[in-house]
């Protein structure tokens, strides 16, 4: 069992930074794929990004490349979103998912462990 814990989120303005962590437990952190999800209101899960558990390879959702980079710090357990530029509809609760597999990593439904999200809230 891996138990995800998210913390971060917050009102920022437009153009504002954020840096989400999810601290993980349970077993061998270094052995998951961490993905950053997001769910506005009205609207379905989507992917932000993923931080391959081999290789130390990323994938980003368009809409945030260039934006947001994901991390992962193994001796702590947690992996980092740090936002920049951030825009109103960035707005959405942010979720942080992990799982043993390296294949589908934009596919939330591939997840088999998920965090209980933070609320990020982005003013214009």
């Known amino acids: 069992q891996v138990q995800l814990v998210e913390s971060g989120g917050r009102l920022v303005q437009a153009g504002g930074s954020l840096r989400l962590s999810c601290a993980a437990s349970?077993?061998?952190?270094?052995?998951?794929?961490m993905g950053w999800f997001r769910q506005a209101p009205g609207k379905e899960r989507e992917f932000v990004a993923a931080?391959?558990?081999?290789?130390?390879?990323?994938a980003y959702a368009d809409s945030v490349k260039g934006r947001f980079t994901i991390s992962r710090d193994n001796a702590k357990n947690t992996v980092y979103l740090h936002m920049n530029s951030l825009k109103p509809e960035d707005t959405a609760v942010y979720y942080c998912?992990?799982?043993?597999?390296?294949?589908?990593?934009?596919?939330?439904?591939?997840?088999?462990?998920w965090g209980q999200g933070t609320q990020v809230t982005v003013s214009s």
């Open positions: 931080f391959s558990r081999s290789g130390g390879s990323t």
């Open positions: 998912a992990s799982k043993l597999g390296i294949l589908g990593i934009t596919s939330p439904g591939t997840y088999d462990y």
């Open positions: 349970g077993r061998t952190f270094s052995s998951f794929t």
